[in-house]
């Protein structure tokens, strides 16, 4: 079945650079239409999609975070890295990496979460 | 791209039906049928309710139902639980190659 699992620091002083990693199982992400996305979620607040890369490498981002954002993979490790630079307390958020089945834009199974607080 | 737009809050009684809004533009939820609702509980993960407008993942509920007009999409829950009460999202492709969410709806069961 699938999993996914986000990992990373919990607490981050702000100016400095976020890397969370999101460890699956259950796919490849070397199979056509497949991504994994990350989508983060401040306390009491919406949902927000951050960035997702697909398995030919292609990469998108939220054109609002998009010069803050890098997302990369690694197939053999079966691992997607969002780093985030410039971090600020507004980015204090748990932030969750999904899988995003080929042929749909679904996000159907979700990691757990990681909640990351920016605090100095 | 800004969020889409969605009511903050809603309420029915079990056995009820209701029906939540999602609101984009031209540009997500009115050029694709891409848009996908999803279930939150306090303190867990999002869960997929609904894709491409109006399918439902294996395990869902047929008591879930999605629809669109425009660039108006809809979540209805038909015979109303306790168990649903929870936070609602939508969310859709976009021209960009990219994904928008809704603000949220909180679903209150009376």
């Known amino acids: 079945q699938i999993t996914l699992k986000e990992s990373g620091p919990t607490l981050v002083k702000p100016t400095q650079t976020l890397t969370l990693t999101c460890t699956f199982s259950?796919?490849?992400?070397?199979?056509?239409?497949?991504?994994v996305g990350w989508i983060r979620q401040p306390p009491g607040k919406a949902l927000e999609w951050l960035a997702l890369?697909?398995?030919?490498?292609?990469?998108r981002y939220s054109p609002s975070l998009k010069s803050r954002l890098t997302i990369t993979k690694d197939t053999s490790k079966n691992q997607v890295v969002l780093t985030m630079t410039n971090i600020d307390s507004v980015d204090t958020a748990t932030y969750y990496c999904?899988?995003?089945?080929?042929?749909?834009?679904?996000?159907?199974?979700w990691g757990q979460g990681t909640l990351v607080t920016v605090s100095s | 791209q800004s969020a889409l737009t969605q009511p903050a809050s809603v309420s029915g009684s079990p056995g009820q039906s209701i029906t939540i809004s999602c609101t984009g533009t031209?540009?997500?939820?009115?050029?694709?049928?891409?848009v996908s609702w999803y279930q939150q509980h306090p303190g867990k993960a999002p869960k997929l309710m609904i894709y491409?407008?109006?399918n439902r993942p294996s395990g869902v509920s047929n008591r879930f139902s999605g629809s669109k007009s425009g660039n108006t999409a809809s979540l209805t829950i038909s015979g109303l639980q306790a168990e649903d009460e929870a936070d609602y999202y939508c969310?859709?492709?976009?021209?960009?190659?990219?994904?928008?969410f809704g603000g949220g709806t909180k679903l209150t069961v009376l």
């Open positions: 999904a899988h995003k089945g080929g042929g749909s834009s679904k996000f159907d199974y």
């Open positions: 259950g796919f490849s992400l070397s199979t056509g239409g497949v991504g």
């Open positions: 890369i697909y398995w030919d490498d292609d990469k």
């Open positions: 031209s540009s997500d939820v009115g050029g694709y049928n891409y």
């Open positions: 491409d407008v109006s």
């Open positions: 969310s859709s492709y976009t021209s960009s190659g990219t994904w928008v």
